[in-house]
């Protein structure tokens, strides 16, 4: 299966957000084993880098939340990452890990911008994704051979135009009144997939199916199949 193409039933392709991040820690490998198990097509998540120049998976710029530790990534070494509990005796996984826990879809989104720059390769799975332009631009020129998305809070036809003009393959808007089957038709022209997030109910699922996305994010993969025949 490559990027953009939907599933044998038609449906959208399913990312899991973080993996099965309801049932599992977040943006571990447990997670994204879960959301295999799940039946999820794909799995989005978060890159870094730590303070030895590591690709390590994890969202917020601090381990405050997710982890036993305090501090910010960037000040820690991988070491120190990894010597930290991330749920369930999970450790924070590097992005290589993370690539070989799952062989489905992938949307790597860089949360860090420095990550761009140690980035070396990505599978042919695999998207770039991003909320700033220049992010995707960076990429654009060091890793001109591997798809990118945009992601945005605000769909409109200023998002395909930015889309378009990064070369982008994906645009992933949040649901918003902005996000109509029309503009969902002019990305399909302007030759650029769709994947609308949050998928977080039966009804917000349906209202993608309706607007004719070709992918879905969301937290809940072990439910997708349960919500589109209910």
Same mark, same amino acid.
């Given at each position: ?45 978060? @890159? ?19 982890? /036993? ?45 420095e990550a761009v720059r140690v980035i070396q390769d990505l599978p042919e799975r695999a998207v ?9 631009? /960076? ?31 994906? @645009? ?28 977080? /109910? ?10 004719? @996305?070709?992918? @879905?994010?969301? /937290? ?11």
């Amino acid at each position: 299966m490559t990027p953009g193409h939907r599933t044998a039933g038609n449906r959208p392709l399913v990312y899991g957000h973080r993996g099965a991040r309801t049932e599992e820690p977040e943006n571990t490998l447990r997670s994204f084993r879960r959301a295999a198990e799940l039946g999820a097509d794909g799995i989005e998540l978060d @890159v870094r880098v730590s303070a030895d120049g590591r690709l390590v998976v994890i969202h917020d710029a601090t381990v405050d939340r997710t982890t /036993d530790g305090e501090g910010e990534v960037a000040a820690l070494t991988l070491a120190q990452l990894r010597s930290l509990d991330a749920g369930s005796g999970e450790r924070i996984p590097t992005l290589d890990e993370a690539l070989a826990s799952f062989d489905g879809l992938v949307q790597v989104e860089i949360k860090a911008p420095e990550a761009v720059r140690v980035i070396q390769d990505l599978p042919e799975r695999a998207v770039l994704t991003s909320f700033h332009p220049e992010v995707l631009e /960076d990429a654009a020129r060091r890793l001109p051979k591997v798809a990118r998305g945009l992601i945005t809070h605000r769909p409109g036809d200023d998002m395909l135009r930015t889309a378009k003009d990064l070369g982008a393959a994906w @645009v992933c808007p949040e649901l918003t009144d902005a996000l109509t089957p029309g503009l969902v038709e002019r990305c399909h022209a302007a030759g650029l997939r769709v994947d609308g997030w949050p998928a977080a /109910d039966r009804e917000l699922l349906h209202g993608f199916i309706e607007l004719g @996305v070709d992918a @879905v994010t969301t /937290d809940h993969p072990g439910r997708i199949e349960e919500w589109l025949t209910g």
